[in-house]
């Protein structure tokens, strides 16, 4: 294999989206880097002075080579789909499917459904409807949480989401569950909250579903039932999730779910790259972890997909 190694000394990859479904009218016009929203929220995220806008991954040369606006829900620094499957990606994406599907207690695959919009690579397999990593991702976090914490069930749910990147979950969530009282997205990144504002509006989701933007952190509630960091953390320095996890802390949170890239272990990114693990930054704001295993479940059929990602639970000590 011959790659191409970028000035951060990191393997740089090739961005692709799938054109199949046009970009909706309008949306070109939008998602630019002159839109006056975007200059306006990196304006104001470059001038905080919170180390949540510190970024040594997320970067201005990161997002240039990593995204292609218009084409967000296409392979890229959002939602891999294709870069970690390597070759057999069709058969890879069946075999996940057919995981995820074998534990769909809440019967999701019903109750969201995905369009391939803005660039989503979509697979299809016999008469099933379409489905993409975005989909199945969520399918299987929110199916996870159900086990785990009975999130289908919690009257009034109140989910907080860092890191949230477009809204992939916020829209699958309140999609798939109607017990849904609110759902807060905030990002450190200005490209992701503005991606989020509009994707979050162009599905018209209902108004529990908030995009926070940074500089209003204090706004966000004082109570939630869960909050979820999915990649997320992975790609932040060591000051930056403590900084999150201090705003964790001082909230009553029970329950915070982690999704590392790195599966045996939770590390952040620092800016000369080396990665220190912050599992015991957790620990110390007064949380216990609760339960710590593969996204795929099915070992036979984890080793033919060969994505190892984990779900990292952590629940508040009483
Ligand atoms: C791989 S994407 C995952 C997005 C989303 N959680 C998902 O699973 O679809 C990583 C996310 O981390 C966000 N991020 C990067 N640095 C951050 C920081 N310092 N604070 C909060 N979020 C950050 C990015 O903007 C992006 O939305």
């Not at 933007?213 to 966000?220: G, K, M, S």
Request: negative net charge; hydrophobic residues 40%.
């Amino acid at each position: 294999m011959v790659s191409r190694i970028d000035e951060d000394g990191r393997r740089a990859v090739n961005v692709s989206h799938n054109d199949a479904v046009s970009l909706p009218a309008g949306s070109e016009q939008a998602l630019r880097q002159d839109n006056p929203r975007l200059v306006e929220l990196q304006a104001t995220y470059d001038g905080l002075d919170v180390a949540a806008a510190v970024h040594t991954q997320w970067r201005r040369s990161f997002l240039n080579k990593n995204l292609s606006l218009a084409w967000f829900r296409g392979d890229n620094a959002y939602v891999w789909q294709f870069r970690h499957l390597g070759h057999a990606v069709r058969l890879r994406m069946y075999l996940a499917m057919l995981d995820v599907l074998e534990r769909d207690s809440l019967d999701l695959f019903d109750k969201v459904s995905e369009d391939g919009l803005f660039g989503a690579f979509t697979f299809e397999f016999g008469d099933r409807p379409p489905v993409s990593r975005d989909l199945l991702d969520s399918i299987n976090e929110i199916n996870y949480l159900n086990d785990q914490m009975g999130l289908a069930s919690v009257k009034g749910l109140r989910v907080l989401d860092i890191g949230a990147g477009y809204g992939r979950l916020a829209h699958r969530m309140s999609t798939a569950l109607p017990n849904l009282e609110a759902y807060d997205c905030i990002d450190g990144v200005a490209t992701s909250t503005f991606l989020c504002e509009y994707y979050t509006r162009f599905r018209e989701l209902p108004s529990s579903v908030r995009v926070v933007t940074l500089d209003q952190h204090e706004t966000l509630g004082e109570r939630y039932d869960v909050a979820v960091n999915i990649h997320s953390f992975s790609e932040c320095s060591l000051d930056a999730i403590r900084w999150w996890l201090d705003r964790i802390a001082e909230r009553d949170i029970e329950w915070l779910l982690i999704v590392p890239n790195t599966p045996d272990e939770l590390r952040s990114t620092e800016i000369d790259g080396s990665m220190i693990p912050f599992r015991q930054d957790v620990l110390d704001r007064g949380y216990e972890l609760v339960d710590d295993r593969p996204i795929h479940q099915a070992d036979e059929l984890r080793e033919l997909i060969d994505l190892h990602d984990r779900f990292y639970l952590f629940r508040k000590i009483k």
